[in-house]
């Protein structure tokens, strides 16, 4: 374990900048989802009447979480956002930990640190040891947000510490993924797996008998049941199990090579198929997996969101607070719901444009991007075979949200037309999208260094736009300098072409200033 500390606040430099972002975030979850609820769910009249309108509904007991934590209003907002702040914990102790284990073995990084006086379980350990204290940080601003919003102090704590708990056990997983697969892609990717394997499991727990609960560590954090019931134990399950996968990591550490995992690469053909012969191919070829993903997950929240409209009617007019953030209000309760839904649902399929936007910058900055340009590739096309992936992928993946929640809702009224009514309103949505992407372009060009760190501010604050405008009261040019804020909201809104056309112009121009830039200036 020598040099254990010195990594760790290495470790913590490195992270000055990024981790902060994932504790605001989880924070801000708790501090909107408090507000709002204590505000809408004000009497116990009102929080009854919400128990009698979700208890019965599945799709919402899957999204969210068992019906015991609807007993109390500090109950409530654990069962609206516990799996969510889970899942954003989670991914940030695999980022965390992955950075720093398996990513500074590929680069060689690893190797120069273990050249000097350090252990060989010293990073695996400072990595560790830096996820548990984010996670402290994250439990301890749950607590404070969660009781500083007005909920009782002991139940604020237990939530704190069942988020924590959940963000440990992921960063055990990583560690002992990132000892099986000899690439971060490979390690992301299986823990990804489990993070939604977690959350299906525990969906099915909640809508059943809830045996299939305990075999998920978000399932262990919710059946905690914070404010309604304050139950401790469960948090032994996650602490247990996270030891247990510790050890397993140190174990099999201690028996590969450095650089090496458990599990080996797959070797590639001798010669490549006509499939992959051209840049685009190749683009498309190496974000596929990334692409599948993208769409299967859209694809299920699409479902989730279309399974509850047949019941939004009864839900609003029994809480008629909801119609303030629906777009046009009350008037057209459906029609305002699927807007917003399709509305948040675009900005999640702008991160994905922007990560496939990013990935372009990972292969320039891996110095695998100088190979492909060394032949008769431009720079123009090597940008416009990984911009087919962001744009047309960005397309493919709307499509599958809408199809999604097509079905969904049509089976639910029994209207086959609303599947492609619906894939239609996703597609309205389509040149905002690009025009996020085309700002990641134009980072990409002129500002590599800082390239995704401004194109994820960008998503962000769309996000922010698009959920939190009126909630936070923003001023008009605010709201405005959304792409998403000029977008005909559809179907509450009438559609209206002229918007959508300004748009893709505008990203379009920026997308050719971006490669404008690409060609001044030096790759990597």
């Known amino acids: 374990m020598t040099g254990t500390r010195l990594l760790l606040r290495f470790m913590l430099r490195r992270e000055r900048f990024g981790l902060p972002w994932w504790l605001l975030g989880a924070t801000l979850l708790v501090l909107i989802q408090s507000g709002q609820s204590q505000n809408l769910y004000d009497t116990p009249e009102k929080l009854q009447r919400l128990r009698e309108t979700l208890g019965g509904n599945t799709a919402v007991i899957a999204m969210s979480g068992p019906t015991q934590l609807l007993d109390s209003i500090g109950g409530e907002i654990v069962f609206e956002m516990f799996a969510f702040v889970s899942i954003v914990v989670a991914l940030m102790n695999m980022f965390l930990v992955g950075r720093h284990t398996r990513a500074d073995e590929e680069s060689g990084r690893a190797e120069l640190i273990r050249s000097a006086q350090v252990g060989r379980f010293a990073p695996l350990a400072a990595a560790l040891t830096l996820a548990v204290l984010a996670d402290l940080a994250v439990g301890g601003l749950v607590f404070g947000t969660a009781a500083g919003t007005g909920l009782p102090a002991g139940g604020s704590a237990l939530f704190g510490a069942a988020v924590a708990a959940v963000g440990m056990t992921f960063a055990a997983l990583t560690a002992v993924a990132v000892q099986i697969f000899e690439n971060t892609r490979s390690a992301y990717g299986s823990v990804g797996l489990l993070l939604g394997a977690a959350f299906a499991l525990r969906a099915a727990g909640d809508v059943g008998s809830g045996a299939l609960s305990w075999a998920s560590p978000i399932g262990w954090g919710q059946r905690t049941f914070p404010y309604a019931g304050d139950r401790w134990w469960p948090l032994i399950l996650s602490l247990g199990v996270s030891a247990l996968l510790i050890g397993s990591a140190v174990a099999v550490m201690g028996r590969r090579d450095l650089g090496a995992g458990l599990v080996p690469p797959r070797l590639g053909r001798a010669a490549a198929s006509r499939s992959l012969r051209n840049v685009y191919a190749l683009a498309w070829r190496l974000q596929r997996s990334a692409l599948i993903g993208w769409a299967s997950g859209l694809a299920l929240l699409g479902v989730a969101y279309g399974s509850i409209g047949d019941s939004i009617e009864q839900y609003v007019r029994e809480n008629p607070q909801i119609a303030d953030f629906l777009p046009g209000g009350a008037a057209d309760v459906l029609d305002a719901y699927l807007a917003l839904t399709v509305g948040v649902s675009a900005v999640i399929v702008a991160s994905y444009g922007v990560a496939s936007v990013l990935r372009a910058r990972a292969e320039e900055t891996s110095g695998r991007a100088e190979p492909v340009l060394a032949t008769a590739t431009s720079r123009l096309t090597w940008?416009?075979?990984?911009?087919?992936?962001?744009?047309?992928?960005?397309?493919?993946?709307?499509?599958?949200?809408?199809?999604?929640?097509?079905?969904?809702?049509?089976?639910t009224v029994a209207d086959p037309s609303q599947v492609p009514r619906l894939i239609g309103v996703a597609l309205t949505y389509l040149p905002a999208v690009w025009l996020i992407v085309a700002v990641a372009v134009l980072a990409l060009g002129w500002l590599p260094r800082a390239c995704a760190a401004l194109a994820w501010i960008v998503v962000a604050y769309c996000a922010v736009i698009t959920l939190f405008a009126d909630s936070f009261d923003l001023p008009g040019w605010a709201w405005r300098a959304s792409p998403f804020a000029h977008t005909p909201q559809v179907p509450a809104d009438d559609l209206a072409g002229t918007p959508l056309v300004v748009i893709g112009l505008v990203a379009v121009t920026v997308m050719i200033t971006g490669y404008a830039g690409l060609r001044r200036r030096d790759i990597g």
Not at 391 to 411: D, N, P, T
């Open 383 to 411: 940008l416009a075979g990984n911009l087919s992936v962001a744009l047309a992928g960005s397309a493919l993946v709307l499509i599958s949200y809408g199809l999604g929640e097509g079905v969904a809702y049509g089976l």
